[in-house]
Every structure is written in structure tokens, then in C-alpha cells.
């Protein structure tokens, strides 16, 4: 979903709230597949078949690669919602994450694809989130 979907349906606030909840998803699975991955090479024993310790390496592989992608994926979650919420104060009144989004367009340098125009419900300045 674009960004600007997602926060028109949700609202900024539960928008940053969910992009938090889902982050910190992605951070406790990459940790628990992180132990995944310790306990699968902990357990190789060399002197075993090799079908087993094919196995033992596979998972721990697989439990490697979880991680590395749930750590990026957090990463890049957090930075775009940390980035947009930077941008969420009114440069008039300085009310935070209390305005209406205007109009968007595509933009492939800015967060999540699209900047946003955006209009404080306060004051009725306007200024761009990218």
C-alpha cells in the first residue's frame, strides 16, 4: 500500500503506531531465528550421518538468512517511519501529526514513493512531507 493510502485510511498517528508494531515484529523474528540458527549449529555433531548434519546446516542457514532479511526489513520500516515523523510538525504552529493530506505525487527520491502535500488541521498552513 502507498504511503499516502495508508495514512488517509488510518490516520498518521495509528499509521506510526502500526509501522512500529509491524517493525518490532520483524526485530523478534529475526532474533528468535537468530537462536534458531545457534541451536541448529550447536547441535552438528560431525561424527553423525551426513543426511544429519546436511539438515543441522540447512536450518542453520535458513535461520541465518530469516534473520539477515528481518533485519532489514526492520531497519528499513523504522527509518521510514522515523523519517516521516520528523516531517509530521506544522512549521507554523508546531502542532505535530495533525494535518490532512492535500494531494500526493510519485516521487522516486522520497519514502515510500510519494511526497505528500499536506495541510495542518490547526492553522491551515501547508508544507511537504518527501
Do not use: K
Request: charged fraction near 20%.
Amino acid at each position: 500500500m502507498r504511503l499516502d493510502d495508508a495514512i488517509r485510511r488510518r490516520g498518521f498517528r495509528r499509521w506510526y503506531e502500526a509501522q512500529l508494531y509491524e517493525g518490532h515484529a520483524y526485530l523478534v523474528t529475526g532474533f528468535l531465528s537468530l537462536i534458531m540458527m545457534a541451536v541448529a549449529l550447536e547441535v552438528v555433531d560431525f561424527r553423525r550421518s551426513w543426511s544429519g548434519i546436511v539438515t543441522l546446516v540447512a536450518v542453520g542457514g535458513a535461520g541465518g538468512a530469516i534473520c539477515i532479511f528481518a533485519w532489514r526489513r526492520f531497519t528499513h520500516i523504522l527509518a521510514q517511519a522515523e523519517y516521516v515523523a520528523e516531517q509530521a510538525t506544522c512549521p507554523n504552529c508546531h502542532v505535530y501529526a495533525r494535518f490532512a493530506i492535500d494531494s500526493s505525487e510519485a516521487h522516486p527520491d522520497a519514502v515510500g514513493g510519494c511526497m505528500l502535500h499536506v495541510r495542518c488541521r490547526a492553522c491551515g498552513t501547508t508544507w511537504r512531507i518527501a
